[in-house]
């Protein structure tokens, strides 16, 4: 136990504090700030719009905008109607009938993509009621997913949008057309959530990640011997390294080397410290080879299918594999569930939606991809917890992008992205009022 308590201290004598990121999408309809807009890698090469949709409801909007590459854009709120309006650097495919039509009911009432001035195109959401940006990112083209921009919405208050928002001329498109450079600069900025906040270093949540398996628990195996215990721990530092260079988070590993916890002293490790967030990773594997893509999980009595009962109870028996028997009342568990909170399984709730709307334009994802199953490292009464399954060892394609550091990269600003989104919605975080 002294050993135990060693470690223990061990992992969690540093939390790594990280330091303020201060952005901000500067829009300014200037012609001294705005001068011809040149193609990122110096190429004449124009990007082009291969298609867009939106969807919508009450709490949440999102734009996205498949794209023949990356491009530079600017995004703003307008009066007179209240819109949101996207300028982007590029054409449309003259080749494409039609877009994506708006999809659910909510904050967007309509949408429209049409050309702006040469070389520049325009996407204009009108808004059913008040809303924000709250963060707008580029992706790079990754196997046969295009280029995408996204913005997404959140509610705002009547009042501040009105402050924030800016008034376009009645003639707006023709007085760009003759004038150019009294278009908005597209500074190319990314705008994560709530970048533009000043972080409260006394308030700041604890994130703590967990790296599945370790030590004599090498977790799967793909066909070439690569183990998942050595996949995740590499991810969960580049995620943590991610997180804390916001300056928005506290994170800590249950472990940063190659060493095995029991499932409980993961659990323990949380509540002990009084985590606000706990993520297990994982890279699982599966009979049926043609099985790929990323998922979020949540504790549940009943898994959503047979083969997420089959991966929890995988999980669950890796303290027998490495020599530690189970408690000897089975009524400790039962004990365990019982305790959950609703509200704890509520928080949880938010953080795998949160999660997966984050990663959904990024990565592949299995059907369904928000799931449940009774994973015992899930079942902290107190501390919001999911677990990410990254992808199947026993599937060629996600073994690829589990060894490929711009998948990698991907998949951990889309989790940082929803790990801040998840704490907006919850109030530990303030987003930056646009």
């Known amino acids: 136990m002294a050993m135990i308590r060693t470690r223990l201290a061990s992992i969690f004598g540093v939390l790594l504090v990280g330091f303020v990121v201060v952005l901000a999408l500067v829009l300014a309809p200037s012609a001294q700030e705005s001068d011809s807009v040149e193609p990122a890698d110096g190429s004449d090469a124009v990007p082009v719009v291969l298609d867009a949709r939106v969807t919508t409801t009450q709490e949440r909007g999102r734009l996205v905008i498949d794209l023949s590459m990356p491009t530079e854009f600017g995004a703003f709120t307008v009066t007179g109607p209240d819109r949101v309006i996207v300028e982007l650097r590029g054409e449309l495919d003259p080749d494409a009938d039609e877009f994506g039509a708006l999809a659910g009911e909510g904050m967007v009432s309509s949408y429209s993509l049409a050309p702006s001035v040469v070389g520049r195109v325009r996407a204009e959401m009108v808004l059913a009621a008040p809303a924000q940006i709250q963060q707008s990112y580029v992706l790079e083209p990754f196997e046969d997913q295009p280029a995408r921009l996204v913005i997404d919405l959140i509610p705002d208050s009547a009042a501040n949008f009105a402050a924030n928002a800016r008034?376009?001329?009645?003639?707006?498109?023709?007085?760009?057309?003759?004038?150019?450079?009294?278009?908005?600069?597209?500074?190319?900025?990314?705008?994560?959530?709530?970048?533009?906040?000043?972080?409260?270093?006394?308030?700041?949540?604890?994130?703590?990640?967990?790296?599945?398996?370790?030590?004599?628990?090498?977790?799967?195996?793909?066909?070439?011997?690569?183990?998942?215990?050595?996949?995740?721990?590499?991810?969960?530092?580049?995620?943590?390294?991610?997180?804390?260079?916001?300056?928005?988070?506290?994170?800590?590993?249950?472990?940063?080397?190659?060493?095995?916890?029991?499932?409980?002293?993961?659990?323990?490790?949380?509540?002990?410290?009084?985590?606000?967030?706990?993520?297990?990773?994982?890279?699982?594997?599966?009979?049926?080879?043609?099985?790929?893509g990323a998922s979020v999980y949540t504790r549940g009595d009943l898994a959503t299918d047979a083969l997420d009962r089959a991966l929890a109870e995988n999980e669950n028996r890796v303290d027998l594999i490495a020599g530690f028997s189970p408690p000897d009342e089975p009524a400790v568990v039962d004990v365990l569930v019982d305790l959950l909170s609703r509200e704890t399984r509520r928080k949880s709730f938010l953080a795998a939606k949160a999660l997966v709307e984050q990663l959904e334009p990024s990565i592949q994802l299995r059907p369904f991809p928000q799931r449940q199953a009774d994973f015992v490292v899930l079942n902290s009464p107190d501390v919001p917890s999911v677990l990410i399954e990254l992808g199947f060892l026993s599937n060629s394609d996600d073994t690829a992008n589990l060894t490929t550091d711009a998948w990698l990269d991907r998949v951990a600003a889309a989790l940082a992205r929803g790990v801040a989104v998840y704490f907006e919605e919850q109030g530990f975080l303030e987003s930056d009022e646009r």
């Open 167 to 292: 008034t376009l001329p009645g003639e707006a498109s023709e007085a760009a057309a003759a004038q150019p450079d009294s278009l908005p600069q597209l500074d190319g900025q990314e705008m994560a959530p709530g970048e533009t906040a000043t972080a409260d270093t006394t308030t700041r949540p604890l994130v703590v990640i967990d790296p599945g398996h370790g030590g004599v628990d090498s977790g799967a195996r793909s066909a070439s011997g690569l183990e998942e215990k050595n996949i995740v721990l590499a991810f969960g530092l580049k995620l943590q390294r991610l997180l804390v260079e916001t300056g928005r988070f506290d994170v800590a590993l249950t472990r940063d080397t190659d060493v095995f916890l029991r499932l409980d002293e993961r659990v323990s490790l949380a509540r002990a410290n009084q985590a606000d967030l706990f993520i297990s990773l994982h890279a699982d594997s599966f009979d049926q080879q043609d099985v790929r």
